[in-house]
């Protein structure tokens, strides 16, 4: 089974505009992180944010923002006021700290942002 | 920050031949390095899990005696496509986890290489 589901394959916003790049996941594991990070086309991957299983708030990072809703086991990356250099892939990967500690990282959503 | 370097970026290669990656941990001690695989428009795929001075941990369906990863140094692990074929035509990445992980034990990332068997 899936343990990262990104539904959206492909999103275009406007510049400055703000836009939601969904995730859902599944653990049985209480103790987990949710990462967010950006691929451009060159390939390298860039981390944008992180919220532990147990953090109360969610994170934020500059225009970065995690819409954390643990009970719907949800992690939505929020980016605000676009820009044409947010255009790139983004995964969503989560890490179970009791079960082997490995990333699995969802099958992404490209973004593209339009002038 | 944590900088994780690999080389090559890219390499082409010829079928039969094999291919070693390096990913190195410039400026932290990493215990702990991944091995991933990403295809064209596919997402990151784990392949194995290397720890200094012991045997790697493959993932289900990677084949250790085609992809051979040595971990010799709390800095560098290697990857070595043996007997390489256009199917392994690939962008591998690696990623490196700190010796002393911080808050969110997070992984650095290596640039990639791109693969490309002929």
Redesign the interface.
């Known amino acids: 089974a899936q343990k990262i589901t990104q539904t959206q394959p492909g999103m275009f916003v406007q510049e400055k505009e703000a836009v939601t790049l969904d995730c859902t996941y599944d653990t049985s594991d209480p103790s987990y992180g949710l990462f967010w990070y950006k691929q451009p086309s060159s390939g390298e991957m860039i981390f944008l944010i992180y919220q532990g299983s147990y953090d109360q708030q969610n994170a934020t990072e500059g225009r970065y923002s995690l819409n954390f809703q643990k009970a719907r086991k949800s992690a939505n990356l929020v980016i605000s006021a676009s820009q044409l250099g947010d255009s790139a892939m983004y995964f969503c990967a989560m890490r179970e700290w009791n079960y082997g500690q490995n990333f699995v990282f969802g099958p992404g959503t490209r973004l593209s942002v339009l002038p | 920050g944590a900088v994780v370097s690999q080389h090559p970026s890219w390499v082409i290669c010829k079928s039969g031949t094999s291919v070693k990656i390096e990913c190195r941990s410039l400026d932290f001690q990493a215990t702990t390095m991944?091995w991933y695989r990403q295809f064209p428009k596919?997402?990151?795929?784990?392949m194995a899990?290397s720890n200094e001075g012991s045997k790697a941990t493959y993932e289900q369906g990677v084949e250790k005696d085609k992809f051979l990863i040595n971990h010799a140094s709390l800095t560098l692990s290697t990857l070595t496509v043996t007997s390489a074929h256009p199917e392994d035509s690939s962008?591998y990445?690696c990623?490196a986890k700190p010796w002393t992980a911080g808050?969110?034990?997070?992984?650095?990332?290596?640039?990639?290489t791109?693969l490309t068997v002929l």
Do not use: A, D
């Not at chain 2, 596919?42 to 784990?46: F, P």
């Not at chain 2, 808050?103 to 990639?112: C, L, M, S, T």
């Open positions: 991944f596919q997402s990151l795929m784990l899990t962008f990445i990623s808050y969110n034990n997070e992984q650095f990332f290596g640039p990639g791109r």
